[in-house]
């Protein structure tokens, strides 16, 4: 495992987040919508950065099988989602792959009728776009390498890594079905 971004560099980009939008959502009933379960450690950490009112809800999206580092089928759970209508909604996921888990989160989210639906990105893995949707907010562009730590799994590990790390070759194996969001 080697660092890609530091716990010190992750730090400082949440906090410039935070500022951007406690100035954007300033006077606007702002929800985040975390995503579980990858979204976890920046929702935390964000929200504490943010310094104008607002909503934490959290909604289910998996789309990576077990140990697969390939997009698998996308399951969106929206058992948890409150009442949105009104709200100006930040999708706040981990990171944006191919952005069809974005666009999916999109789709449900709008079922909710909410004022306004914007996408909120740790990582943003540029050269792996597939849909014509953009994180609105990123923290990071990244090379197009499996990363973990700060709540992005593999396997359902690493979660915990206060850092951003990428797997090397040798630690992945291509097997296995549970689902990890
Ligand atoms: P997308 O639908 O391809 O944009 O994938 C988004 C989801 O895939 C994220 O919410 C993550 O759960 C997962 N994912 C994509 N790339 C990585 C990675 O490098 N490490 C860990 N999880 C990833
Ligand atoms: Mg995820």
Redesign the pocket.
């Known amino acids: 495992m080697r660092t890609l971004i530091s716990e010190t560099e992750i730090d400082a980009r949440v906090r410039e987040l935070g500022a951007t939008l406690t100035a954007e959502y300033a006077d606007r009933p702002l929800t985040i919508l975390g995503?579980l379960?990858?979204?976890i450690v920046l929702l935390a950490d964000l929200i504490r950065a943010t310094s104008t009112p607002l909503r934490v809800a959290l909604i289910q999206?998996?789309?990576?099988g077990g140990t697969r580092?390939s997009?698998g089928e996308?399951s969106i759970n929206n058992a948890l989602v409150p009442d949105l209508k009104g709200r100006d909604v930040v999708i706040l996921?981990?990171?944006?792959?191919?952005?069809?888990?974005?666009?999916?989160l999109y789709e449900a989210v709008k079922e909710f009728d909410p004022s306004s639906i914007k996408s909120a990105v740790l990582?943003w893995?540029t050269a792996?776009?597939?849909?014509d949707l953009e994180p609105d907010y990123f923290g990071f562009k990244?090379p197009d390498?499996?990363?973990?730590g700060y709540g992005?799994?593999?396997n359902d590990e690493y979660r915990h890594l206060p850092f951003i790390g990428v797997?090397e070759d040798d630690d992945l194996q291509q097997v296995g079905e549970n689902m990890?969001?």
């Open positions: 995503v379960t990858g979204s999206a998996a789309s990576y580092t997009p996308l996921d981990d990171i944006f792959d191919t952005g069809n888990t974005m666009v999916g990582l893995k792996r776009t597939e849909v990244i390498e499996f990363v973990v992005l799994d593999y797997m990890s969001g």
